[in-house]
T-cell receptor
Framework: DAKTTQPNSMESNEEEPVHLPCNHS???????IHWYRQLPSQGPEYVIHGLTSNVNNRMASLAIAEDRKSSTLILHRATLRDAAVYYC???????????FGSGTRLLVRP | NAGVTQTPKFRVLKTGQSMTLLCAQDMNHEYMYWYRQDPGMGLRLIHY???????AKGEVPDGYNVSRLKKQNFLLGLESAAPSQTSVYFC??????????????FGQGTRLTVV
């Protein structure tokens, strides 16, 4: 399983963009990059995933470096509800395993 | 839509007691997982199942057993609870797929305290 490095915590102001980085330098060619988040006192929820190209959905955007050794989750306008722990997870295509690291705790200031 | 339901939500056990945590999903998912999360930590995979009747060990399987007799249910058992098993337990399910799928769906957690 590829190892990940994420900042322990980050802070943002409400309604400003947030860029959450993840380093995954040992990623293999078949690993997709998944992002999950965990709101306080809840189970994790899926955010987004991608392989090589940048991806967008209603929750966020995912920017993947050309060498795939790092990626950035982008929240375009942070809200108070986005305060959570964000996990970056490399995952082999069709793999049943989902292995969590320690994640980044995002604090959003009003 | 129930999704993934965990029972019970809270439980206090005495050291040495046994209990079973139940996870039920109504999405016809093949894969099911049990995780534990200690305070301030990320989730760690205990056991998982890739289909009815199959189970496999995850990262931290010691002290736990699991069973998947029905596709929709995944049971986690503690035969002799220890204080080190005090944690929040999360169940998840997902379906097989390619193209970077599958997305996993998580339950709301079971908070277990062993005294």
């Amino acid at each position: 399983d590829a190892k990940t490095t994420q900042p322990n915590s980050m802070e943002s102001n409400e309604e400003e963009p947030v860029h959450l980085p993840c380093n995954h330098s040992t990623i293999s060619g078949t690993d997709y990059i998944h992002w999950y988040r965990q709101l306080p006192s809840q189970g994790p929820e899926y955010v987004i995933h991608g392989l090589t190209s940048n991806v967008n959905n209603r929750m966020a955007s995912l920017a993947i470096a050309e060498d795939r050794k790092s990626s950035t989750l982008i929240l375009h306008r942070a809200t108070l509800r986005d305060a959570a722990v964000y996990y970056c997870i490399p995952r082999m295509d069709s793999s049943y395993k989902l292995i969590f690291g320690s994640g980044t705790r995002l604090l959003v200031r009003p | 839509n129930a999704g993934v339901t965990q029972t019970p939500k809270f439980r206090v056990l005495k050291t040495g007691q046994s209990m079973t945590l139940l996870c039920a999903q109504d999405m016809n998912h093949e894969y099911m997982y049990w995780y534990r999360q200690d305070p301030g930590m990320g989730l760690r995979l205990i056991h998982y199942s890739v289909g009815e009747g199959t189970t496999a060990k995850g990262e931290v399987p010691d002290g736990y057993n699991v069973s998947r007799l029905k596709k929709q249910n995944f049971l986690l058992g503690l035969e002799s609870a220890a204080p080190s098993q005090t944690s929040v337990y999360f169940c998840a399910s997902s379906y097989p797929g390619t193209g970077g799928l599958p997305e996993a769906f998580f339950g709301q957690g079971t908070r277990l305290t062993v005294v």
